[in-house]
T-cell receptor
């Protein structure tokens, strides 16, 4: 059984650029959530996708957007990067009906200079 | 406004002793609580959970206690092992919203 995989593991961007982060969900899981973990903080909910549609969003501006594909993989896109976007971005998948027990990937460490 | 609070950034215990990690919450809508463990360079892994209809849940060396009136939960690890050294996150969700709200985490160090 393949777990949640994220790519890339590390990324360096400059302010104003755009970035796309990718996530493959665990086999059998059709719900994907994205979290941002800033240094010294707990993960903060960005949004969740179920059956290719956004199914809940946290307190993040519209420049944070996402997609879920028919194979349940997902992308997180961030436009007009700001220095405060520097963080660990975590993708988590779950089977419908068990959303609370999320299975996390190892994350993408994004640095914005 | 921090709805889930872990007031101890770190905790150090001796191998074989009990580790107690604490968590407080403010949102009365929360009805399901989870603990996650995170090693460096890895994502958080689910450890144990508890529904608000219970006040205790046990899984091997790990026990979670919930005090709804005090809006407080705790994770007990006994006996503690060096491999338990990690950051522990308390998380909560409630109603039909499956979004998890996390605390800032507590770094547990178990000394041999």
């Amino acid at each position: 059984e393949t777990g949640v995989t994220q790519s890339p593991t590390h990324l360096i961007k400059t302010r104003g650029q755009q970035v796309t982060l990718r996530c493959s969900s665990q086999s059998g899981h059709n719900t994907v959530s994205w979290y941002q973990q800033a240094l010294g903080q707990g993960p903060q909910f960005i949004f969740q996708y179920y059956r290719e549609e956004e199914n809940g969003r946290g307190n993040f501006p519209p420049r944070f957007s996402g997609l879920q594909f028919p194979n349940y993989s997902s992308e997180l896109n961030v436009n007009a990067l700001e220095l405060d976007d520097s963080a660990l971005y975590l993708c988590a998948s779950s089977p419908r009906g068990g959303e609370e027990k999320l299975f996390f990937g190892s994350g993408t460490q994004l640095s914005v200079l | 406004d921090q709805q889930v609070k872990q007031n101890s950034p770190s905790l150090s215990v001796q191998e074989g002793r009990i580790s107690i990690l604490n968590c407080d919450y403010t949102n009365s809508m929360f009805d399901y609580f989870l603990w996650y463990k995170k090693y460096p360079a890895e994502g958080p892994t689910f450890l144990i959970s508890i529904s608000s209809i219970k006040d205790k849940n046990e899984d091997g060396r790990f026990t979670v206690f919930l005090n709804k009136s005090a809006k407080h939960l705790s994770l007990h690890i006994v006996p503690s092992q060096p491999g338990d050294s990690a950051v522990y996150f308390c998380a909560a969700c409630g109603g039909s919203n499956y979004k998890l709200t996390f605390g800032k985490g507590t770094l547990l160090t178990v000394n041999p």
